[in-house]
């Protein structure tokens, strides 16, 4: 059986994570323009204004491990205030 090496993973580079974040932003951004009856463009930026994408982007927060469509309701609510 061959061992793996998950140091040298290529899916953990930050190259390959930047890359998955951002087609995952335009996923949410794509589906909230949707929800929204609004812009794709416009979708974007209400997307990286809220404090959602800044969890997002925050390790910590956790939010990065779950799916999109339940990162698009957080951002509802957080727009409906």
């Given at each position: 059986?061959?061992?793996?090496?998950?140091?040298?993973?290529?899916?953990?580079?930050?190259?390959?994570?930047?890359i998955?974040?951002?087609?995952?932003?335009?996923?949410?951004?794509a589906?909230?323009?949707?929800?929204?009856?609004?812009?794709?463009a416009?979708a974007?930026?209400l997307?990286?204004?809220?404090?959602?994408?800044?969890?997002?982007?925050?390790?910590?927060?956790?939010?990065?491990?779950?799916?999109?469509?339940?990162?698009?309701?957080?951002?509802?609510?957080?727009?409906?205030?």
């Amino acid at each position: 059986m061959k061992e793996v090496n998950l140091q040298n993973d290529p899916i953990k580079s930050p190259e390959i994570q930047e890359i998955i974040l951002s087609n995952r932003i335009g996923i949410i951004s794509a589906e909230l323009s949707k929800r929204l009856d609004i812009s794709p463009a416009k979708a974007l930026q209400l997307f990286y204004e809220s404090k959602t994408c800044a969890d997002l982007h925050d390790k910590e927060t956790g939010l990065y491990l779950f799916g999109n469509l339940y990162i698009v309701d957080e951002v509802l609510l957080e727009l409906r205030g």
